[in-house]
Every structure is written in C-alpha cells, then in structure tokens.
C-alpha cells in the first residue's frame, strides 16, 4: 500500500473528492456521542482480579487513549466498555449529549480486522449495520463508510486482496457506518508498518472529528497516544495511575517538542517501578 | 531507446492477447497425459504382438470395439444412467444427513455429547461388512444399494462438516455476536461458508467412497448398473466389456471429482488457495 496522508481541516465542504466521487449524502449524518462514567469498576477472573476499582468520567466526543504495561486489564476494560463482558463489581453508565441516561451502541475494532473473508468488501461494512436493514440501504450506507476510510473504489474485492492497513481501514468502516456514539479501540495498529501507522492515526483522527463520536483507545504506542487523544490514562496492575491531559489542539503535526514533553512524561509513568 | 522498448512492449502485450483463443497446449495441459498415453501406448503394442493374452487383458481396439457395440445397443447407456442415479441418491441421502449431524454437533455441545462417541464408533466398521446383513433386512432391491451408498457416504460427510464448523475462527465467531447477528445469520455468514472448505474434503471423499459401495453392491445383487454389467460379462467371459466397465469408473469418477472441484472453485473463489 502506498503511503497516502490525508490532511485536511475538519471544516471541509463537499467539495472533496477522492477518486473522483463526491462525498455521499450518507456519510454525513453526524453522531450522538455518549459519555462514560465508571464508578469503582472491578472485574475478576476466578481468583485473578484484573480491574481493581476504576473510576472515570469520559465526556461525550471526548477522545481517550489507555496506556499500560502488558498485562495491566486494558483490553478487560474495552470489552467491559462495549458489553463483551460483564463487571464484577461497581458500575458503569452512559449518558446521551443531553445528559440522560442512554444506550451505549458501542463498536470495537480489535488489533485483527476480523472481516468475513467470503464476502466483499461492501458486504463485510454492511455486516456493521446490524440485522433487518433493506439491502439497497445497506449498500448505500455501507459505500458511504467506505468512503470515509478512502476506499470507496475497493467495495468489491475480497479482504484477502488488500493489504493489512486497508484491512483495518475496512474493519473501521463496519465499526462507524452504524455511527456509534462510542467506538472503542484495542490496539488497532499494532499489526501495521510504522508508516501505514502513520497514515492511519491521521485517519482516525480525521474520521473522529468529523463524526464526534466518543473515542477509547487502547494503544502500546505512547507517541500515538499523545498524538491523538485529549487525554491520556496510564493503567497499571488494574488501577488508573495517571490521568494526563492533553491540551494541544487538533489536528497536530507528528515530532511536535511539546507533544514530545507529555510523551516522556507517560513514558516515565508507565515504566516508573522498572 | 526507451520509447522503442515502450512500442516493443506494446505489440508484445497485443500478441499476447491473441494466444489465449487458440487452444493453448502447453506443459500443465499436456504432462498429465503423457502416462496414460503411453501406458495405453505399450499395452495396445503388448496385445498385438501377442505378448499380452486376449483371455487376460482384451487390447485398447477390442475394448473401444466392446464400447461401440454397447453403446448401440442401449444398454450401455441406461446402465450408466441407473448406476449414476443410484449413486446421486446415496449422495443425496448420506450427504444430507451427514451434513446435518455434522452442523448440529458441531454448534450444539448437548448433541455432540449426545451422539459423537456413537457416530465415531458406527464409523470404524467397515460398511461393507454390512452387506450380508443389509441383504436379511431389505432383500436385494433399490433399497440394500441406497442404505449402503447412504451409509458410506455419511461418514466423510459428517466428520468433515463437524471438524469444519468447529474450526471457525473464534474471532469471527465474536465479531458476529458484537455485530448482533441473529443465530440464523451467525450460521448463514459466519459458520457455514467458514466450514465450507472442510466440507468440500469431505465431499471429495464421500464421492470416492459412493462409487465403491455402489460398484461393489451391484455385482453382488443387482439386474441393472454398470456392476452388473461387469458381473455378468464375467460370466460370460468377455473380458472386453469387463474392462469397459472399468474405464468407465474411472471416467465417472474423475468426473465426479472435476464436478467437486468446479463447485468448490465457484463457491471459493474468495479463498486465496483456490484462485487460479
Ligand atoms: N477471559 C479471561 N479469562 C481469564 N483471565 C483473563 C481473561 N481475559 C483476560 N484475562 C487476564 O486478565 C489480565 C489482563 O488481560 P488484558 O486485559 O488482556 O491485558 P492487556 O492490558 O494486555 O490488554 C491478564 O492477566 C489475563 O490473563
Ligand atoms: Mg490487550
């Protein structure tokens, strides 16, 4: 894949085009992003407590990324996150824009894309729609999501025919054409090249304002912590240990000093009993 | 220079082009053939010259020659024709149910704790044991036939189909649960085409399996078929027709394996292994 850096201002009219096709209708419905709020969240495995007492406030739009030490419960809290598993202990709620209580109709993109390889591209974005959507809907959302990612002109190839980061671009198009009010993400990039890495934080970052969905991020790489959330949480052993803002505006350039600052901050964090 | 190689690798692309429409016969196509032609070569030489019997083994000609006059008698063909409706129900059969006991054990724990011991058990006799018993329940009619097609047919079905459905990536598995899909569609996009590889060794076994059974069945009890045909040529010592009927088994049964492979190109054909 080529190295394809998409910088463009959240403000953009239609007028972009990519691949000659003018942005679909679709794609524009914007999101109702949800807030979290965990309150002494626990969560056990038999005798191995994973999460021991979690609290958090997440406004909704807000982008969050988690940091930690293999092993520390980060992909335990998503999959708490998106209702994958149930909590032990404390609790967790999700309110609307408005401040009421509201369904969370979260969505994950793990590390693996985890796409259906018999079907295309097109069908493997509508499976993100859910059941009972009528087809041609489903095929007109499902090309407006695509087209979001920049792959609009790929809908009909088999995911064995793309490469690993348009794969993960896929697996984004199904997580957000159902537009979540929360997306959660384990470590989305972990399997990429440092430069496809790159192109896709800058994706992320593209897609998150223009939606305004509330972002989770799981990620090893605390550079692209820093790089794309508004704050970062350093995990450790179950526990929140840093809560860290991060205040530079949207969107940043790559090997900002500052940036660079907050990143060894983290760094020293995550590491300090090393 | 570089202009003169762009032109040069132009009409060398336009040419290209062309060929496709001619009957290609290069290597692929051709080393397939070169042993059973010179196999049949050196025993149509061992004939004439006398070195192999007529009583043994008839020529390649006295062979063709015992095809013709089958052929235009009729028998041949509605012998064909019965053996491979015969063989198309034990398919039917066998395969239906092997496929359905392979999907549900492979979905439903309770039913695979239920039934797999069983079925791994049934599955170690040999079917054909059956036979003199098969003959004491149902005589020698259509029906001896289609339980012991049915019956061989069942097992390579089912063991693959379980094995297929119980290989579906976990992930896929999950990422169909977080997506909400209904158990129905869970089956219909995720299981079944994950399993369908498996099912297709399967499938390819069962075939082999179907036209022994079938073959074996036939000369034993049968009026019609193309076992019976070899069965009684024996009797009758036409060595020729005998051989016939060989030849056509293993026509039909290459066809059957193109048949299987076409299927499986066709309804593969996202799977990287299966592209030409
Ligand atoms: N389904 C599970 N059953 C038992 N233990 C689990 C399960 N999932 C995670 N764990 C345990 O929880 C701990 C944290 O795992 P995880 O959340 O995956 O860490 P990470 O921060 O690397 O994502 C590990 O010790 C792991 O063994
Ligand atoms: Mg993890």
Redesign the interface.
Known sequence: MSLHIHERPATSPSAITTNGATRPDAASTTTQAVSLHLRGVEKRFGDNQVLRGIDLDIEAGQFVAIVGKSGCGKSTLLRLL?G?DQHTGGEIAFRGEDGNPAKADA??V?Q?P?L?????VAKNVA??L??GVDKDEARTKALAALWEVHLRNKAEE???QLSGGQRQRVALA?ALVSRPGLLVLDEPLGALDALTRISMQTLIARVWRELGFTAVLVTHDVSEAVHLADRVIVLDEGRISLDLAIPQPHPRKHGDAELAELEGKLLAAILKDR | MALADLTFSRTLKQTNKRIPSFPRLDRAHVLPLVVPVTLIALWQFGSSTGFISDRIMPSPVAVTQAFWSEAASGDLGHNILVSAGRALAGLLVGGTIGFLLGIINGVSKLSEQLTDTTLQMVRTIPHLALIPLVILWFGIGEEAKLFLTSLGVLFPIYLNTYHGVRNVDRDLLEMGRIYGMSRWSLFRKVIFPGALPSIFVGLRYALGIMWLTLIVSESIAASSGLGYMANNAREFMMTDVVVLALVIYALLGKLADVIARRLEGWTLSWNAAYQK
Do not use: A, D, K
Not at chain 1, 116 to 120: D, E, I
């Open positions: 998106v994958l969505r994950i793990f693996e985890r259906l390889p018999w079907f295309n499976v993100g859910g059941e088999w995911p064995s199904r």
